[in-house]
């Protein structure tokens, strides 16, 4: 993917409710985590596929986000959008690729890898064959399986997901691990779509959309960790995660 042809979004919304009293004055992107702000690892993490842009979709209380981050990161442009409900990440990514063009990247605002987590293998893989879209994923125990669930067959290729499995999808082992690649063919699956039961858009229904219409999906698992930062205890793994840094990881 070159430097010319992709942008990234990070859906970086969430208000953080498990996460009080810490975030009652903080938008939780700025929660710290080894010293810098969640957010700017996930923006070093972007960094090294040179995206032309990056699309940050905040809260509508979110002004302490593009106040600490301006206009710019390691010279690569930031563009604030604003989600005015918390109506799910797909819906988030609607907004997100609004007047854009081209393939684009897609990151988790609340998620910290361990340094020998490598994202490059999906970014390369989107342009290995003719795919929608590709996914990170990790591997898990059926009873660890609580969101996001993927099932992965031959060559990675993803056959279904649910972003709320029952007994059958939680056995496939898999769930979604934070990091996409996506076609622009995906802006017309998060349009298209229909909200949750939870009353929000959801990307695993935007993965089916897709595959319900002929395209490929392949997904590649991850080596090493990560933490979704939800809760105090969430904060206090991924310290231990972020302890052995030493730069930016692609």
């Known amino acids: 993917m070159s430097a010319s042809s992709h942008f990234a979004i990070i859906p970086a919304a969430g208000r953080g409710s498990r996460l009080h009293p810490l975030t009652r004055e903080l938008p939780k992107p700025l929660l710290e985590v080894g010293g810098r702000p969640i957010l700017a690892h996930v923006l070093q993490r972007l960094a090294p596929f040179a995206p032309t842009e990056i699309v940050l979709v905040i809260g509508r209380r979110d002004d302490m986000i593009p106040d600490r981050f301006g206009e710019n990161w390691m010279g690569i442009p930031l563009r604030y959008v604003r989600q005015e409900e918390p109506l799910g990440l797909a819906h988030a990514l609607c907004l997100g690729v609004a007047g854009c063009t081209g393939p684009f990247l897609v990151m988790h605002g609340d998620v910290i890898y361990s340094p020998e987590v490598t994202l490059a293998p999906v970014v390369e893989g989107f342009h290995e064959g003719e795919v929608a879209a590709t996914l990170l994923t990790e591997k898990r125990e059926p009873g660890a399986v609580t969101r996001g669930a993927v099932q992965v067959g031959a060559n990675g290729r993803v056959s279904a997901l649910s972003e709320y499995p029952g007994a059958v999808e939680r056995g496939w082992g898999r769930v979604a691990a934070g990091f996409y690649v996506f076609d622009e063919v995906a802006k017309e699956a998060f349009r298209g779509i229909l909200p949750s039961l939870a009353g929000e858009y959801e990307v695993p229904d935007a993965l089916d959309w897709l595959l319900s219409r002929g395209h490929q ?33 692609s």
């Open 217 to 249: 999906v392949r997904a590649f698992d991850m080596e090493g960790d990560r933490v979704n930062v939800n809760t105090p205890e969430d904060l206090l793994r991924a310290e231990v995660l972020v302890g052995s840094e030493d730069g930016p990881q």
